[in-house]
């Protein structure tokens, strides 16, 4: 059991009790049908990368996948999907191939980062200015979405600030699919705390404070039951929903021991995951595109 189950649960009962049901939505499932959501609206989770690090067990997260795809974004800088299938075995983005440029993403993500060099230039800027406050990276460039199609970027800004001898980190993202991706402990948590261990290491510092903003998170229509096995398991485990946020837990530790501090030389075999023990079997969950 991890703080993120905690949080998870948490989350959970407030969509599924006090959410908002979208209307017209853009999504569609494989089927054609529309991918209707209930959401709420801002969420907000903070966690301290050094004492835990945010990962759900109340199902298997394939964090190695979701560190790979940072390595796609920000270390390959690609939108290739052909670099995505073959170099990582990584095929979940090729319902969002573009129509304009094939074989890829269109100008999005991977393609936003090498065209204004954002990462090099976020790591020069907190070595030459550590406490200054326009340490961002955005890819959320309107002239980018106008060269081609593609998916708009969910998980688009974030703001890195030094504290002494701590990197702290803010991610914001627009949207989240709360069982796929953005949830406390999922996918998206998972692999950016992992990019924030990797500037760290590459700017001198440690990994701090890693603080997670959803503006819109949504429990698909068509995952609700996924939703109640969730809480079923939480139960079994006496996770309750009201409990302080300071519940007793075995930090689950995400190990980054490179032999080098340069970013590009990172790689997967670098992270190992410690005391984590996620509940099986697997969730399924459709996504709606």
Known sequence: MTRADLRLIQDIRNIMNNGTMDEN?????????????????????????????????????????AIKEIFWIY????????????????????????????????????????KYDLLNKLITDIKKNPYGRRHIISLWQENDFDESDGLAPCAFLTIWNVRGEYLDMCLIQRSGDML????????????Y????????????????????????????????????????????????????????FEPVKMNFNPKSDNFYDFSIEDFSLENYNPIKPQIKLELGI
């Open 193 to 248: 705390a992992c990019l924030q261990m990797m500037v760290a290491k590459a700017t001198g510092y440690k990994p701090g404070k890693f603080t997670h903003f959803v503006a819109n998170e949504q429990i698909y229509t068509r995952h609700f039951d996924a939703a109640n096995e969730l809480l079923r398991r939480a139960s079994e485990q006496k996770i309750e929903s009201n409990s302080q946020y300071d519940y007793e």
């Open 75 to 114: 270390k390959d800088a690609s939108n290739s999907l052909d670099v995505l299938r073959n170099k990582y075995n990584i095929h979940y983005w090729d319902d969002w191939e573009s129509v304009m440029i094939p074989e890829t993403i269109g100008i999005r993500y991977g393609a936003t980062v090498k």
């Open 180 to 191: 796929t991706a953005s949830g406390a402990g999922g996918i998206n948590e998972v692999q």
């Open 25 to 65: 939505p853009r999504p569609r499932y494989s089927d054609g049908t529309p991918a209707h959501t209930k959401f709420v609206n801002h969420v907000v989770r903070t966690y301290d990368l050094s004492k835990e690090f945010p990962i759900c067990s109340l199902r298997p997260i394939a964090w190695k996948t």
